[in-house]
């Protein structure tokens, strides 16, 4: 099973690529990534950690001709710390940017946990909203701690930014039907109705119009700007439908037409063996970072 809230059994990776729709990373694309970047390619794509992608070669064919392009990650905050698995992404994000000398923003979403792991508390009579806001500041330390550029570097709460994304998110509500978010999500009757607007807003960074001021720094046409973005591929749900949609939200200028690509990572494996993945919820199978 791999959706983005549940990772469980055996892992089988060239399924998943066809199943998902997306392509492999092959030894002709590593060598045209070395090419372009004039960078050695990390060994996590040369090790197959980071082993499918959509678009990366479009990607390198935009960097090559000297257009503007940001990377786009982001974190769900559960737990006060990252573990290791969170780090994947992460490091591999600095490589990129590294690589490509561009814009990152970090999506974290305290709106999304909250909607999946809030609760009501009766005594004080208010929802713990506030607690996932905290984990956002916590776990936003662990993420700078990685070394990226300050300069280039955008980190956010999707509490606090929603304003300046929210006509964005309007535009992907507008585009998207709920027997498709159903169907891609696996959403129910007992989902509440914030579950089943959530992806509009994890879209909403793939598209450079959200981003106004952080991207002034891609060029004098930022909504131009392609976007990359490194995840775990339990993650690909929410941007194949974006990509389907991305066309009545960016330009027509877009060089990809508004779709974001993506490079795919495997899952770091939980302490108990090798089914899974290494998760924030379950405290025996994680190793967290430390102060």
Known sequence: IVDPWTVSGKIDYGKLI???GSQPITDELIAKFERITGAKAHPWIKRGIFFSHRDLDLILDNHAAGRPMYLYTGRGPSSEALHLGHLI????????????KCVLVV???DDEKFLWKGEYDEKKGEYDLNRFRLLTRENA???IACGFNEDKTFIFSDCDYMGHMYPNVCRIWKSITYSTARAAFGFEGSSNVGQSAFPAIQAAPSF???FRIP???CGPQPDNACCLIPCAIDQDPYFRVTRDVAHKIAPKSHPLRGKPALVHSKFFPPLQGALGKMSASNTDSAVRLGA
């Open 215 to 217: 991207l002034q720094k």
């Open 18 to 20: 066809e199943q998902f």
């Open 141 to 143: 330390k662990d993420i």
């Open 89 to 100: 992404p992460f490091m591999f994000t600095k490589y990129l940017q590294d690589v490509f």
């Open 208 to 210: 450079p119009s959200s």
């Open 107 to 109: 999506q974290m979403t």
